[in-house]
């Protein structure tokens, strides 16, 4: 092993740091139709009708296409394995529009001015309806979001269209009621997450073409390439043996690429004009009709014995799907299933939820997918069940938080196969100086210096269900190609599969090329979303690398004419020590190439029966402004298990930058609506992304565990880091402050009437 | 109309329409580096430079590049490799959206600072959003790389 846990350059770098057209909109055909959508005005009404005679007669425009133009039947956007646990509640273009944005018509042209011109002239006739727009009173509400009769669920999530209900479930171990009541400290306090933004630096985009078989070729800004397929084949009733899907490099995701956002209105065009069209979001677009957060209300019940030990958390969430239910049954689950386990001895638990319709745009995948939400919610009850106590909450958490070896009732009864939580705390508190700093520090100028932790945890893959497999084969001269289908989006995928395989197969990272992702090439891969392409897809790496390493030895044997368990294999020859004789790779490889009858590459799939959850602890140190209520974050130190890390740097910039969404979440960011339904977050000017200047310090390390089913021991990285700063920088502002801020995020305003109450 | 300027160190010529953006116009002439990020000028990736000083032309008429010189990544390329080499060393380009418009930056910035604190370097680069790598990497790169070129 010498290039699994060493910081290997991504191998797409020199491209990207010299700008190099790369990207979906930098390869778009020239002479593209370009597509953009006219969107509702209306949080909720329904369409009498479109008149696009006008519009059609705009100099360079093709088409203008309406709900007349599209299958009635139902699908999801949402990129998730067949059969998809979110309803088939949407069409791409509908008679019915459910939130300010929600698309109407679809307008291709020759060029931006014309049909943006175009635009202005559809005439829409709108019968505008009574929108539900408060998530509280959406379930059961007289008036239905989705009250078709085509609308349909696949899987027994609890939905119901007639009851503005995208999902429901309650499951329980023990007597929660009876262990709770008969805790010494007890806490009931409710906590409220908002929808918000991904914000990835490329915008959503797409281009599509017909190709030389008649089939339509989709290049698209994805994280779910396969899912594409079968998604636009739903949309547009076609065949998936019809589609070709390409996914380019990735200007960022965070899981707003897990849903088919834009790929559909390229692809309806291009079927019906036969043209090449290519459609590309604006922020605007990005903002207002896009994926977001599911914005969730948690209401925990949680309680301690006399010594401190957790007895019983009961955790019931209301989540909001918006008008679509993309991602609103899975997202739901991990605020419990990835909060309440962290404390191991917990006798007994609940975990219910709501998931609502409501008018506002749909929300999506977002980094930490449910669980974020979860663990602000059950983090911030701990800590205030430990104050209650008048104990430090470091102290609650180590006597209670999850070890190695400990079954995990709340997650699916699994076992904690590698667990260095309790080490992660150790470390965290060193880095800032917890024992000196907690609780507050004046720092005699009116300001007001606090400290905060949290815990967190996620999964690796989503168990029996994330598929991946890898092909690689042996070239000529001896170099392999790596394809996968596995979707790198600027996380290093790429590079960290092929230091594995290097690893595996004893040789450069230059001898192995990178290919991905092209649906009619790579073999089927989820998708990289669920935290699975470094522990599911990499584990596919290493079985394939076993079989071509049989396949290579036998083939190199039989040119040897030795048996081959007498050969061996050492990356660069086959040889047979008894006799002294070798062959090489290269020649190996060149051989193949001439009268050959056995193709010398190796394909394998895998999946895993368990998720094994990476572990991290957060620190936050604030000062915050006792005249004002401003908080100013100071330092931020964090430490996690992901298991063994496949590349220090890449993980440590990924911990990095899932920190500072972390604190974007905490501190800026939410999507607001007006009364009407329509939001104001519709830039950079008005939802605020934390600059370099916004973000204190922020400081990591790791603790490795090893996780025996994973690749090399690894575990998952990408999006546990998002989830202790809300907690962490909460519990902070109330050390320091001594106003507990139950709703996200945490601003100066909240902060100030906090402390006018007191 | 007709627009006249220096691109990448050469002659260029482009007939435009008036209301036409730098970035629009950059673009069609395949500097494909010039990356669109948003609507409103807060993000950076557009980031130029115009007689030498980092301008965003998302916010330029491309009528105003009349007779000035602008250089995109592509007419900088070999300090893009040996800046872009301290960014990759760290893993910070990420998905290297904003790679493009946040180098011309800071070579920008390495031109008209001599010796920047940490606090500089922050505020000089405040209006070039990434969204990946939390900055600190971006950072490390900068720190290197001043390091070096003041060995040198």
């Known amino acids: 092993m010498n290039l699994v846990n060493t910081s290997v350059p991504k191998v797409d770098s020199m491209a990207l740091v010299t700008g190099k057209p790369v990207y979906t909109d930098d390869l778009a055909p020239k002479d593209c139709l370009i597509v953009k959508v006219l969107r509702s005005p209306h949080a909720h009404a329904k369409i009498r009708k479109i008149e696009t005679e006008r519009a059609l007669k705009v100099p360079g425009i093709e088409c203008v296409l309406t709900h007349e133009d599209c299958s009635d039947k139902r699908f999801t956007m949402a990129g998730q394995t067949y059969p998809e646990p979110s309803p088939y509640d949407r069409r791409i273009l509908d008679d019915r529009v459910r939130f300010v944005g929600d698309a109407v018509a679809v307008i291709a042209g020759v060029s931006e001015k014309a049909v943006a011109k175009a635009m202005k002239l559809v005439k829409v006739d709108y019968e505008v309806l009574e929108p539900v727009l408060d998530f509280r009173k959406a379930k059961d509400h007289e008036i239905l979001v989705h009250p078709e009769e085509n609308w349909k669920a696949l899987c027994e999530v609890g939905a119901d269209n007639k009851r503005n209900l995208c999902a429901r479930s309650e499951t329980q171990e023990g007597d929660i009621d009876q262990v709770l009541k008969d805790c010494k400290y007890y806490v009931e306090e409710t906590y409220h997450t908002k929808a918000n933004q991904q914000a990835m630096m490329e915008n959503f985009c797409t281009f599509t073409h017909m190709d030389a078989y008649g089939r339509l070729n989709v ?348 050969a061996e294999f050492d990356g660069k020859r086959v040889f047979h020590p008894e006799s002294g004789k070798e062959i090489s790779l290269k020649d190996i490889g060149n051989q193949v190439m001439c009268g050959n009858e056995e193709a010398l590459q190796a394909s394998e799939s895998h999946y895993s029966p368990t998720s094994p959850p990476p572990f991290m602890a957060g620190a936050a140190e604030v000062e915050v402004d006792l005249e004002t209520g401003a908080v100013e974050l100071i330092d931020f130190a964090a430490v996690v298990d992901c298991g063994t890390v496949i590349n220090p740097n890449l993980a440590k910039v990924q911990t990095e930058g899932g920190i500072a969404q972390g604190i974007g979440m905490a501190l800026y960011e939410e999507i607001l609506y007006n009364e009407k339904g329509k939001t104001s977050a519709n830039s950079f000017m008005q939802y605020k992304i934390p600059t370099r200047q916004d973000i204190g310090n922020i400081r990591i390390e790791f603790q490795s565990s090893y996780e025996p089913t994973g690749p090399f021991g690894a575990k998952s990285i990408g999006e546990i880091v998002i989830n202790t700063p809300s907690p962490a920088i909460a519990e902070a502002v109330y050390n320091a402050s001594g106003v507990r801020v139950r709703e996200l995020p945490i601003t100066a305003e909240k902060i100030y009437m906090g402390m006018k109450e007191k | 109309m007709e627009v006249k300027f220096q691109l990448n160190g050469k002659p260029a010529a482009a007939d435009i329409e008036p209301d036409c953006m730098l970035l629009d116009l950059l673009r069609d002439m395949r500097c494909y580096s010039v990356k669109r990020g948003c609507d409103t000028t807060n993000c950076g990736l557009c980031t130029v430079l115009v007689n030498g000083k980092p301008s965003l032309s998302c916010a330029m008429p491309a009528a105003r590049a009349e007779g000035k010189e602008i250089i995109t990544l592509e007419g900088l390329q070999e300090e893009a490799v040996v800046f872009g080499r301290f960014l990759a060393k760290e893993g910070a380009e990420q998905c290297g959206y904003c790679s493009p418009g946040f180098i011309m930056n800071v070579i920008a910035m390495m031109r008209e600072l001599k010796d920047p604190s940490i606090e500089e370097i922050k505020e000089y680069l405040a209006g070039n959003l990434c969204r990946c790598s939390g900055y600190e990497g971006q950072m490390r790169a900068i720190r290197n790389y001043m390091k070096e070129k003041g060995a040198q």
């Open chain 1, 219 to 566: 290049v698209s800004s994805t994280q779910v390439t396969f899912h594409v397929r079968r998604i636009l084949s739903n949309a547009l009733d076609i065949p998936k043996s019809k589609i070709r899907v390409v996914k380019p490099r990735i200007g960022g995701g965070f899981g707003a690429k897990q849903t088919v956002v834009t790929e559909v209105y390229p692809a309806l065009v291009t079927m019906k004009t036969g043209k090449p069209a290519k459609i590309v979001y604006t922020r605007e677009e990005s903002f207002i009709a896009s994926s977001p957060r599911h914005e969730m209300e948690i209401t925990v019940r949680i309680g301690a014995d006399e010594n401190g030990i957790i007895k019983g958390i009961d955790v019931y969430t209301l989540s909001n799907t918006g008008a679509y239910g993309e991602h609103g049954p899975t997202t739901v689950g991990l605020s419990g299933h990835k909060s309440i386990p962290l404390y191991g001895k917990a006798e007994a638990f609940r975990f219910a939820y709501d998931v609502v319709y409501t008018n506002v745009m749909s929300a999506g995948a977002y980094r930490g997918y449910g669980a974020t939400q979860g663990i602000f919610a059950v983090e911030s009850a701990v800590n205030e069940l430990a104050h209650k106590m008048g104990m430090d909450p470091v102290k609650l958490k180590e006597l209670n938080m999850v070890k190695k070896g400990q079954k995990m009732p709340a997650y699916y009864g699994e076992t904690a196969t590698s667990c260095a939580l309790d080490k992660c705390v150790e470390r965290v508190k060193e880095m800032i100086s917890w024992d000196e700093k907690y609780p507050r520090k004046d720092m005699g100028n009116g300001k007001v210096r606090g400290v905060g932790l949290a815990l967190a945890m996620q999964g690796s893959g989503i168990s029996n269900v994330d598929t991946a497999a890898v092909t690689i084969k042996v070239n000529d001269d001896g170099f392999y190609s790596l394809i996968i289908g596995a979707s790198d989006m600027g996380t290093g995928c790429d590079t960290i599969l092929a230091q594995m395989a290097a690893d595996c197969l004893d040789c450069d990272m230059d001898q192995i090329i990178v290919h991905g992702v092209d649906t009619d090439v790579s073999p089927y891969d989820t998708g990289s979303y669920a935290s699975s392409t470094t522990y599911v897809t990499g584990m596919a790496v290493v079985k394939t690398c076993e079989v071509l390493k049989e396949k290579i030895l036998k083939k190199g044997a039989q040119y040897l004419s030795c048996p081959p368990e007498e």
